[in-house]
């Protein structure tokens, strides 16, 4: 994961440094060095930050699905077009994926239906 795509995440999921610092199980001063690019971002804090990321931009959806239907809506209720989850904006390609995928695992898990696009 590159440095921007590391705080495109952080910026995306609403994370303060001190905040994705204890979600990834590190130091404040080591999320700053992530985000610089003077310290290499392992592997596993890369993939510890995307779910954290899809987590948050999940519940902001579901967030926003509910202001949207006046303060409650039945997940169980709707669908929603897998190709309508678009991350890609700021992120690589692959992280975008990742994320993309993470957010739709976890819509389903609330309840949303998601339909899949036939490729």
Do not use: Y
């Not at 202001?67 to 890609?88: D, F, M, P, R």
């Not at 609330?110 to 696009?117: D, P, Q, T």
């Amino acid at each position: 994961m590159s440095p921007a795509d590391f705080r495109s995440l952080i910026t995306a999921s609403g994370l303060s440094n001190r905040e994705a610092a204890e979600a990834l199980s590190v130091d404040d001063r080591r999320v700053r060095r992530f985000k610089s690019g003077e310290d290499e971002i392992p592997a596993t804090t890369a993939d510890r930050l995307a779910a954290v990321a899809a987590e948050a931009l999940a519940a902001q959806m579901i967030r926003s699905l509910n202001l949207a239907a006046g303060g409650h809506v039945e997940l169980a209720k709707l669908t929603i077009s897998e190709s309508a989850i678009n991350v890609e904006s700021e992120l690589s390609p692959p992280v975008a994926r990742a994320v993309r995928a993470a957010i739709l695992t976890r819509l389903a898990e609330a309840g949303l239906k998601i339909e899949r696009e036939n490729k």
